[in-house]
């Protein structure tokens, strides 16, 4: 499961999330009801997610079973799969290309010994409705670092770094950061260990294998169809009823699987052909830029184009940079046209781990 499943599964303080969130609570997950009249919503939309470290955003594809306790509050949107024509014609070709380019583009080779290292920078949200009635945000900055051995049947090692509040919104939102991040850390002495070196077994770290579309991850990456049209159909499948709509869900879904890292060539070709035929998918923006790299965001609008789900791809290598949410308009204290939360995700070879 990502960050914010782990902090929702191993603290228990995180309320429902107010309305500004539940752009993203009402299309995911939302937690329990906090005390009092203040209560604090934690989002990564990111999310959209596996006991993996990969921030793995929001997203129930890739989570562990732990996850099922926290979504509970699943809104069920459109469950018609849609029949559409897929993304425009430019979204489409550029998804078609970066499926080309990355077959074409060696997986990095991993020697006996030898880490895959899959490091990862985050943004989340996070909220708080004051009993005043109204809402303070703020965005908290993470990170970490996950080693997978060459035989990804090891034992993996994952640096989690903590969360911290870094970029605040409106008057009090400091103040409220701050109070959020003390009661947190008291909670936290008691409770499992969020943040150091964790190391488990095929990256099931704290008892729990991470999952694509709950199916065991490495098990997935062997049988995941590399038919598009196929591996498309079952993603609806899996999804159904998650997310804010069926083709956000979708994208978030491959965004999600890209993310770990260790997806093959041949199988992020066919997610990236799949992604291709995804109804809305649009070309968002042609130089976006992610923790100081540079590609293309495609994505998809949802909540009355109030909101947009991105995926992040480096054309000339088919790797995905990462993926993010955008407010187009503001609400809950957080400004029109923020990423209110993002993941990046960088790949390389290293000779230890931790």
Avoid at 34 to 51: E, M, Q, Y
Avoid at 118 to 142: F, H, I, N
Avoid at 267 to 272: K, N, S, W
């Amino acid at each position: 499961m990502d960050d914010l499943q782990l902090l929702r599964e191993m603290r228990r303080d995180i309320g429902s999330a107010p309305q500004a969130t539940l752009a993203r609570g009402r299309e995911k997950v939302m937690a329990k009801v906090a005390p009092a009249s203040s209560f604090v919503a934690r989002t990564d939309k990111h999310a959209k997610g596996a006991s993996s470290p990969i921030r793995f955003r929001r997203r129930v594809l890739i989570a562990s079973a732990a996850a099922a306790l926290l979504v509970g509050g699943i809104v069920v949107a459109d469950v018609v799969r849609p029949t559409g024509p897929g993304a425009t014609a430019e979204a489409a070709e550029i998804l078609n290309n970066a499926a080309a380019a990355t077959i074409q583009t060696s997986d990095l080779a991993v020697g006996p010994g030898q880490y895959l290292k899959v490091e990862t920078k985050a943004v989340y949200s996070s909220s708080v409705s004051r009993a005043d009635g109204t809402t303070v945000s703020w965005l908290d900055t993470t990170g970490g670092q996950v080693y997978v051995p060459a035989d990804m049947s090891g034992e993996w090692v994952w640096n989690r770094e903590p969360r911290v509040p870094t970029t605040f919104f409106g008057e009090g939102s400091r103040a409220e950061a701050q109070r959020q991040e003390a009661s947190m850390s008291e909670e936290g002495s008691a409770g499992p260990q969020l943040e150091g070196i964790l190391r488990g077994k095929a990256g099931g770290f704290y008892d729990s294998p991470q999952q694509i579309m709950g199916t065991p991850l490495l098990e997935a990456i062997r049988t995941l169809p590399r038919e598009p049209r196929q591996l498309l159909d079952l993603i609806y499948e899996k999804t159904e009823g998650q997310g804010p709509s069926p083709e956000s869900e979708a994208l978030s879904t491959i965004a999600s699987s890209l993310r770990t890292g260790i997806i093959p060539a041949d199988l992020r070709a066919a997610m990236y052909k799949a992604a291709a035929l995804i109804p809305g998918v649009v070309v968002a923006d042609k130089q976006a830029t992610l923790d100081g790299r540079q590609g293309v965001a495609l994505g998809v609008y949802w909540g009355e184009g109030k909101f947009r789900d991105d995926i992040i791809v480096d054309p000339t290598t088919g790797l995905m940079i990462g993926e993010r949410m955008i407010y187009l308009v503001a609400e809950g204290g957080i400004p029109a046209n923020t990423a209110s939360s993002w993941t990046s995700v960088k790949t390389s070879v290293v000779d230890a781990a931790p």
